[in-house]
Nanobody, 124 residues
Framework: QVQLVESGGGLVQAGGSLRLSCAVS????????MGWFRQAPGNEREFVAA????????RYTDSVKGRFTISRDNAKNTLYLQMNNLKPEDTAVYYC?????????????????WGQGTQVTVSS
């Protein structure tokens, strides 16, 4: 059984930074392509960033390019999302997701495993 646990969310002023972490247990972490998604109230869950299982390739949604960085430490079984220059429109619950794959996966249906989410609130 794979378990994903997010941490690092919180309240930050616009222009500030946060780093989210996702600790993964279960099968070897290096087997999984990983992604970050977010969901704001009243909105559908949307793709934020993704990374291949050994971290060679990454993808970002346009609205976060140049501000967010996805990375992983396979030795620590942990996925990260560094978020800089945060904006109020980044406010959402952020979820990490995992799927056994060699590719970089950018849609929610492609992922089988999900964390419970961590709240990020950016005040103006």
């Amino acid at each position: 059984q794979v378990q994903l646990v997010e941490s690092g969310g919180g309240l930050v002023q616009a222009g500030g930074s946060l780093r989210l972490s996702c600790a993964v247990s279960g099968r070897p972490f290096g087997s999984y392509a990983m992604g970050w998604f977010r969901q704001a109230p009243g909105n559908e869950r949307e793709f934020v960033a993704a990374i291949t299982r050994i971290g060679i390739s990454t993808r970002y949604t346009d609205s976060v390019k140049g501000r967010f960085t996805i990375s992983r430490d396979n030795a620590k079984n942990t996925l990260y999302l560094q978020m800089n220059n945060l904006k109020p429109e980044d406010t959402a619950v952020y979820y990490c997701a995992a799927q056994i794959s060699n590719g970089v996966l950018t849609t929610a249906p492609q992922y089988a495993y999900w964390g419970q989410g961590t709240q990020v609130t950016v005040s103006s």
